[in-house]
């Protein structure tokens, strides 16, 4: 059983920078692919991006390409999502997720463990 744990949201103005943490314990962090992915009030959970389990190998969201990075540190047990250029359209509740697949997907419905969420609000 893997255990999830974001930090790192809260208020930022449109045009910041905001890095989200994931603190995995409980399993083998390497042996997972691991996701974000943001769910804005009314709107159905979406796919951010998502890294391998050697982190050669990064996906993104078309609407966030060149403006978010997704890494990990293994030694750390952790994956970050560092978001600049923020927009007011990004704000949501940020989940990781982790799934045993060398390579990951953008379905939310792969993954098999979830953190329970972090609150990112940008202003205008």
């Known amino acids: 059983q893997v255990q999830l744990v974001e930090s790192g949201g809260g208020l930022v103005q449109a045009g910041g920078s905001m890095r989200l943490s994931c603190a995995a314990s409980?399993?083998?962090?390497?042996?997972?692919?691991m996701g974000w992915f943001r769910q804005a009030p009314g709107k159905e959970r979406e796919f951010v991006a998502a890294i391998s389990w050697s982190g050669s190998n990064t996906y993104y969201a078309d609407s966030v390409k060149g403006r978010f990075t997704i890494s990990r540190d293994n030694a750390k047990n952790t994956v970050y999502l560092q978001m600049n250029s923020l927009k007011p359209e990004d704000t949501a509740v940020y989940y990781c997720a982790a799934v045993a697949k060398l390579r990951p997907g953008s379905n939310p419905d792969e993954y098999d463990y979830w953190g329970q969420g972090t609150q990112v609000t940008v202003s205008s």
């Open positions: 409980g399993g083998t962090f390497s042996s997972y692919a």
